[in-house]
């Protein structure tokens, strides 16, 4: 040990280290070593992929479905004006709902300090559709036609009150943020069957006001970075950062790129560090999407009968139904998992007119778009999901004026509905109370949902895992079951 007494040198370095300094970076040497290899056996213990590319292997059983498109109505639609036929709301109208009913159960600090709680009836027309008898309002004219592709879930509930966590459980799985998001958690189980496009999209409509949506809904999590979704935007540049800077061209990019790669290899080979190869698999992809992007963005070629389905607003860029027609668009090339976001539905007052105009912008390219998928033959294999975060109250929030009244946030009943990917269509599961307030039969938690939708991706939900801080995680956590009844 004499010898560690001297200044060492290493390599070309001729900073000489005493022995203090020598130990000291040596020990971090072998910390990252360490940590590099319980990381690496954790990954391997996630994805056990033979290419070693963060991916476990693909499918569980046979899919239905090979993609999705969820058209999520962010802020809550109100159920009891749309789908929920509850005539008695009509017969009680204004008056208190009733303390059987209620049971003391939690209401939102908007309503929690209100001296009553007056039950407000629809204003909107109820009657059947299709060969199935689906009840719907005069609200939804264009989604009545398609009632026979429906399967609508009038018993789905959750934990969470609010907009937050309402909404990043149902992307997530959890109400707290950090967890992956399920179009992630869709590219990470079954890959990509478009190398020019990545396996998982979002596009956010325009909208002034609503509550706010970050771009963690959409995010990995602790998933490698890679398996982000790629939001796709209404201006000139639909994806940011991807167009090169003016005056650079493509052959320059690609010179510059390649040389990236060199370096990046050079230095994975020295670190073992996963994160370069999803930094090099990024560049990759976002060169091919410069070309692919602007393809998959270019509505000039569809036919005057195909933009006639979406109705007028499809011809607006950052509309929703611009982005219904982009959501076929990605669906016939291969994207797994399309994700459209229309804010607005948070009705705590005004409910009668913001509906009609909610309804006004997405009635028609919703079902236009189921629509076009069948006659393009793509629903077949298409899992189209249509709902928000969690329903509104039978009982108004505030006072209840003629012709005016808002509802508030209620978890414990909802309605959603799923269309095409192998669902039962023109059925109708779940059963609310009268009041649309409790659940009567077939519940199903948004944990159920998407341990449903896994299925139907040929995925089992208690398979699907990630290693991370020593716990394995999934989707549904440690909850879920399929709904056999949904299954076609």
């Given at each position: 040990m004499s010898d560690l007494k001297q200044p060492l040198c290493t390599g070309n370095d001729l900073h000489p280290y005493s022995r203090r300094q020598w130990l000291g970076r040596f020990g971090y040497g072998i910390g990252s070593m360490a940590l590099s290899s319980l990381l690496q056996q954790d990954m391997a213990r996630a994805a056990p992929s033979p290419s070693a590319t963060d991916e476990p292997t693909r499918l569980h059983h046979a899919p239905k479905a090979k993609r999705i498109i969820f058209l999520f109505q962010s802020g809550a639609p109100s159920q009891m004006d749309m789908f929920d036929y509850k005539p008695v709301l009509n017969e009680r109208h204004g008056q208190e709902l009733p303390e059987s009913v209620r049971k003391g159960q939690r209401l939102t600090g908007m309503s929690a300090h209100q001296a009553s709680l007056p039950v407000v009836g629809s204003p909107f027309k109820f009657s059947q559709h299709g060969e199935s008898g689906l009840w719907m309002s005069d609200l939804l004219p264009h989604t009545a036609k398609i009632a026979d592709e429906l399967c609508v879930i009038k018993s789905m509930n959750t934990e969470a009150i609010n907009h937050g966590p309402g909404v990043t459980m149902m992307q997530t799985g959890s109400q707290f943020p950090g967890r992956p998001s399920m179009g992630a958690w869709s590219w990470y189980g079954l890959g990509s069957e478009n190398e020019d496009l990545p396996a998982f999209?979002?596009?956010?409509?325009?909208?002034?006001?609503?509550?706010?949506?970050?771009?963690?809904?959409?995010?990995?999590?602790?998933?490698?970075?890679?398996?982000?979704?790629?939001?796709?935007?209404?201006?000139?540049?639909?994806?940011?950062?991807?167009?090169?800077?003016?005056?650079?061209?493509?052959?320059?990019?690609?010179?510059?790129?390649?040389?990236?790669?060199?370096?990046?290899?050079?230095?994975?080979?020295?670190?073992?560090?996963?994160?370069?190869?999803?930094?090099?698999?990024?560049?990759?992809?976002?060169?091919?999407?410069?070309?692919?992007?602007?393809?998959?963005?270019?509505?000039?070629?569809?036919?005057?009968?195909?933009?006639?389905?979406?109705?007028?607003?499809?011809?607006?860029?950052?509309?929703?139904?611009?982005?219904?027609?982009?959501?076929?668009?990605?669906?016939?090339?291969?994207?797994?998992?399309?994700?459209?976001?229309?804010?607005?539905?948070?009705?705590?007052?005004?409910?009668?007119?913001?509906?009609?105009?909610?309804?006004?912008?997405?009635?028609?390219?919703?079902?236009?778009?189921?629509?076009?998928?069948?006659?393009?033959?793509?629903?077949?294999?298409t899992l189209v999901v249509w709902g928000g975060e969690f329903g509104r109250t039978s009982y108004c929030q505030g006072k209840i004026t003629p012709g005016n009244f808002g509802r508030d946030h209620h978890p414990r009943c909802f309605t959603m509905w799923m269309a095409g990917g192998g669902v039962k269509a023109g059925y109708t599961h779940g059963e609310t109370d009268e009041f649309s307030y409790n659940l009567v039969s077939d519940g199903v938690h948004?944990?159920?949902?998407?341990?449903?939708?896994?299925?139907?991706?040929?995925?089992?939900?208690?398979?699907?895992?990630?290693?991370?801080?020593?716990?394995?995680?999934?989707?549904?956590?440690?909850?879920g079951d399929v709904v056999k009844p949904l299954l076609g």
């Open positions: 999209v979002v596009m956010v409509s325009k909208h002034q006001g609503g509550q706010p949506l970050f771009a963690r809904l959409w995010g990995s999590g602790f998933l490698p970075g890679k398996f982000d979704g790629v939001e796709l935007r209404a201006d000139k540049d639909a994806v940011l950062y991807l167009n090169s800077p003016a005056g650079i061209q493509q052959s320059t990019r690609r010179q510059a790129l390649d040389g990236l790669a060199k370096l990046h290899q050079l230095q994975f080979e020295s670190t073992g560090d996963p994160a370069i190869e999803n930094r090099i698999a990024q560049y990759e992809m976002a060169f091919r999407m410069q070309t692919s992007i602007p393809e998959v963005t270019n509505i000039s070629r569809e036919s005057d009968e195909t933009l006639a389905l979406y109705g007028d607003d499809v011809k607006t860029p950052g509309s929703y139904a611009a982005n219904c027609l982009r959501a076929r668009r990605l669906a016939e090339r291969g994207v797994r998992f399309i994700q459209l976001y229309q804010p607005g539905w948070d009705h705590h007052g005004n409910l009668p007119s913001a509906i009609k105009r909610q309804c006004k912008k997405t009635d028609q390219p919703t079902a236009g778009l189921i629509q076009d998928l069948k006659n393009r033959g793509l629903l077949e294999d948004i944990h159920d949902l998407h341990a449903t939708i896994l299925q139907l991706m040929g995925i089992d939900h208690e398979r699907l895992t990630y290693r991370y801080q020593g716990r394995d995680f999934r989707l549904t956590d440690v909850h």
